[in-house]
């Protein structure tokens, strides 16, 4: 009996302390009291006001209390200073900017600077390069480099460093994703030291995108890009341990206006684990998280932490659903008309996404209003595509990538086993995965493409399954020539075509073209667009990203 | 007995060559066959089949396995234990830092482990049926009964997100900042060094109980020696054979087991460092860091059997 009871008592301890250790998952707290914030407020300026927030005017008996508005006050003066440490879900491959890998965008767009530069529309502004012409014909872009830019290890930029970083992205050894683009570039010269020409053989609607996303390496360090890059970014690589972070430093030198404030940047990878991320944020672990879990946006919204959306139209997930396998496009159709769109958006992005049909989202001159609902939902139209192709019992394999694709098939498995199809998920990890990917080895899979809210000529270039077929000789074996329903075009000539004409009336008929042919065809099937969350404290203000959603910390700066 | 224990160490070491060597030819193989390319990992699902080319001959991958194994030998019998694909780093140097982190961490909680373990394994063997037996007893079933990952979370939820007492992740050299060190070391120190208390305490009562019920025990107390000096001396030092044998097993498994831990915290060890390079098929990391377990294993357990002697004299290295 003694025994029993300090058997119990010590569980009854040990569930205390659990009880009173926070729930993972709390009720909504109430609003925060409103903050007192004493400013000095220029001269007929409007004071925006965040919510919760009272702004009080030096020498002045006014108090302005807030407004809902969203925005942040535009007003506020940046303070020099600090270390931000920002929560990266998994760790950095090198710091090579040719390198197109999610986990090195950071590393891009602080280390380094591009010679153009986009902020959230298409219209190219200066970067590395102050101005810029294009020849009337479009085979000649001279570029008009800034003058005084600084690497990080003090030289000045000249044209010859550009011209050396082309070739580079030229070399199959080192161009790593670059290749396509930059072997665009048929001939190249530096007339002086501050003038670049890029010659191209065609012509190439697409430029501006590339050098928008083409950053330079000091030459001297090409060797070194991996592990001790130097740039003329915002920020100077400092340190870098393996699996535990990496340290970027400021720049005193850099030719920006706005910024560098911060003293310093810490990048923590969190190996994969995205709740340990969030631990971190909420604990102070860190201020900044590059990847937020979809399902984590409301709780930390609730607690008071900042969620932003990256660029509309930045990401768009697509199911490939692999020709070499499924030949008959009518068995392709029948697979692309058995997703719910919504249910699958609600599983893998908890809802935080737009259903579509097409790669280029709403904000692009590309996007084809009649091709809305082109890929409805439709269970019954699938089943009679699948009879009609003699494959009523179908069975395949979902190859997945993560969890939040194992939802997502799940979605699909449902679907398709209302109409006697059997769908079986597998999955892998992402060595195996790509693998498969690039060998073309998989029945259907899901992946996010980037680049859908630039020129679409750019994005038929990056994206590896959105390239006519056959891309290698991996493939030269298996043929496939998708060609459209009506005009019988072949869909290499059309992508083509849309990158060679320099009228914006004939491209937006030639793409549209190309997308009829894209639902046709259904090797791909895009269902959703969707924009990468970020989330931080609300002390970091000045947060920015590009087009492509790297984040950019140039004007960032700590209110604490 | 110097000369005889050196003779005795170098008989051990060339004795574990033809295991060592078993190990290099297990391992490479094991890491070989998993599918997935490394190359395609590291250059991406845009790169060109030319670049992936490139990249898989600069890293040898073009080259028949049992090539492969012939140059990673030559290379490792120079002491070269090649690049990491992914950092660029050398294998070496990874290995010396890593092992850094994950020595501090399985270090502390071996401490932190013993000071728990012995005072309550002895307490326990002394007074068997009494409540500190029984707590000695829940605390060793229920640290071995609950995995490290829960605990770990349990830990992180009471005294970093609800308490904010202490961070839930990270890691800083002691050398760097000894205090932001010591304050990152809590929580995972405690972790492990729960589940490692748990198994000694076992072990501590048990030895402890059987020794004391030995014939030569009643005959101490029969002679009128001090009850501290009869535990001191001839208790503890019997009991300790088979206590130092489960704790040189513990601290070789501990030191190539942290990997759990290591993630939960984002401790950046030797563990972590081996499963991430699983996933990302880093083969040299792989090889290297299975090599570098084995020589630990190989070395705590060498002391192991170096100590018996110290401990009881009747044991004969010739």
């Known amino acids: 009996m003694k025994r029993f009871i300090l058997l119990l008592s010590l569980i009854a301890l040990f569930a205390i302390i659990v009880g009173c250790a926070a729930p993972a998952t709390q009720a909504p707290q109430p609003p925060a009291p409103p903050q007192v914030i004493t400013q000095v407020v220029p001269v007929n300026q409007t004071v925006v006001v965040p919510v919760n927030q009272t702004v009080v005017v030096p020498g002045a008996p006014v108090v302005v209390t807030a407004t809902p508005q969203p925005t942040q006050a535009p007003i506020t003066t940046p303070k020099p200073g600090g270390t931000l440490t920002v929560g990266m879900l998994a760790d950095f491959q090198g710091f090579d900017p040719n390198n197109l890998s999610w986990f090195n965008w950071t590393a891009r767009s602080n280390l380094y600077d591009s010679i153009l530069r986009y902020r959230h529309n298409l219209t190219p502004l200066p970067g590395l390069a102050e101005s810029w012409e294009l020849s009337t014909d479009g085979l000649q872009v001279t570029l008009h480099l800034r003058h005084g830019v600084k690497f990080h290890n003090g030289r000045e930029m000249v044209a010859d460093d550009i011209v050396q970083n082309v070739k580079r992205a030229q070399d199959p050894k080192t161009c790593v994703h670059m290749c396509t683009d930059a072997q665009k570039v048929s001939a190249m010269e530096a007339p002086d030291q501050y003038t670049v020409v890029l010659h191209y053989a065609k012509i190439n609607t697409a430029w501006a995108d590339w050098l ?24 100077m690589f400092k340190d870098y341990v393996p699996n535990d972070h990496a340290t970027f430093v400021k720049n005193p030198n850099y030719w920006g206006k706005n910024g560098p404030y911060l003293d310093q940047i810490v990048l923590k990878p969190f190996g994969g684990d995205d709740k340990a991320e969030v631990t971190a944020l909420e604990t102070g672990g860190a201020d900044l998280l590059q990847d937020t879990p979809f399902s984590e946006e409301e709780l930390l919204k609730t607690k008071g932490f900042q969620i932003f959306s990256g660029e509309p139209g930045g990401l768009v997930d697509c199911l490939y659903i692999n020709p070499l396998k499924f030949t008959d496009k009518r068995v392709r159709q029948a697979i692309a008309l058995s997703l ?25 001159w590309a996007y084809d209003k009649a091709l809305e609902n082109a890929v409805p939902y439709d269970l019954n139209k699938a089943k009679s595509l699948l009879a009609a192709a003699g494959q009523p019992n179908l069975t395949f394999t979902f190859q997945a990538l993560n969890t939040a694709q194992v939802n997502l098939a799940s979605v699909l498995q449902a679907s398709l086993k209302t109409i006697g199809v059997t769908m079986n998920v597998q999955l892998m990890d992402s060595t195996q995965w790509s693998d498969m990917f690039v060998q073309t080895k998989f029945d259907v899979i899901t992946s996010l493409i980037s680049g859908s809210n630039k020129d679409p000529a750019k994005f038929y270039g990056d994206n590896f399954y959105f390239k006519p077929f056959p891309t290698s000789k991996i493939q030269a074996k298996d043929k496939f020539w998708p060609t459209h329903p009506t005009t019988g075009e072949a869909y290499s000539d059309l992508v083509d075509q849309g990158g060679s004409v320099l009228d914006q009336a004939k491209r937006i008929a030639i793409y549209n073209k190309v997308q009829e042919l894209l639902v046709d065809s259904s090797w791909t099937s895009c269902w959703t667009k969707v924009s990468s969350p970020f989330s931080a404290a609300s002390y970091v203000k000045g947060f920015d990203w590009r087009m492509d959603d790297g984040l950019l910390f140039e004007g960032v700066w700590l209110a604490k | 007995m110097e000369t005889l224990v050196i003779k005795y160490i170098i008989r051990r070491t060339i004795q574990s060559i033809p295991l060592m060597l078993t190990a290099t030819i297990l391992v490479f193989l094991m890491i070989h066959v998993l599918p997935g390319d490394p190359a395609i990992d590291i250059a991406g699902t845009r790169a060109s089949e030319e670049t992936i080319k490139a990249l898989r001959a600069e890293m040898g991958l073009d080259q028949p396995l049992p090539v492969q194994y012939i140059i990673w030998m030559e290379h490792l019998l120079r002491g070269n234990l090649g690049k990491s694909y992914i950092s660029d780093l050398s294998v070496g140097y990874l290995l010396v830092l890593k092992f850094k982190a994950t020595l501090q961490l399985v270090g502390f909680a071996f401490v932190l482990a013993t000071l728990i ?36 979370i349990l830990l992180v939820l009471v005294f970093s997100v609800g308490l904010a007492l202490l961070p839930s992740s990270g890691f800083a050299p002691p050398d760097e900042d000894l205090g932001k060190s010591l304050r990152f070391s809590i929580l995972p120190v405690l972790t492990m060094g729960i589940e490692l208390s748990a198994i000694q305490i076992r072990f501590i009562r048990s030895a402890f109980l059987d020794v004391i019920h030995q014939d030569y025990i009643t005959t101490a107390r029969a002679k009128g020696l001090r009850e501290r000096r009869i535990m001191m001396v001839h208790v503890l030092k019997n009991a300790l054979m088979s206590v130092v044998t489960v704790m040189g097993l513990q601290l070789g498994t501990f030191l190539g087991g942290s990997a759990i831990t290591e993630a939960l915290f984002g401790w950046p060890g030797l563990g972590r460092l081996l499963l991430d390079s699983i996933v ?39």
């Open chain 1, 340 to 364: 719910d769109r919504k249910a699958a958006i609600a599983a893998m992005y908890f809802g935080d996404g737009e259903v579509y049909w097409g790669p280029y989202p709403k904000e692009s």
């Open chain 1, 212 to 235: 928008e996303d083409f950053f330079i390496v000091a030459p001297e360090a090409f060797d070194h890009v991996k592990d001790a890059p130097i740039g003329t970014g915002p920020f």
């Open chain 2, 117 to 152: 373990s012995f005072p309550l394994g002895i307490l326990a063997a002394l007074k068997p049926h009494s409540l500190l037996d029984r707590v000695a007893l829940v605390f060793s079933s229920l640290g071995i009964a609950v995995p490290p990952y829960w605990s770990g």
């Open chain 2, 280 to 318: 990302q098929r880093d083969y040299n990391v792989v090889q290297g860091t299975v090599l570098f377990y084995l020589i630990i294993f190989i070395v705590v357990n060498l002391i192991v059997d170096v100590s018996y002697a110290r401990l009881d004299p009747r044991i004969s290295y010739s």
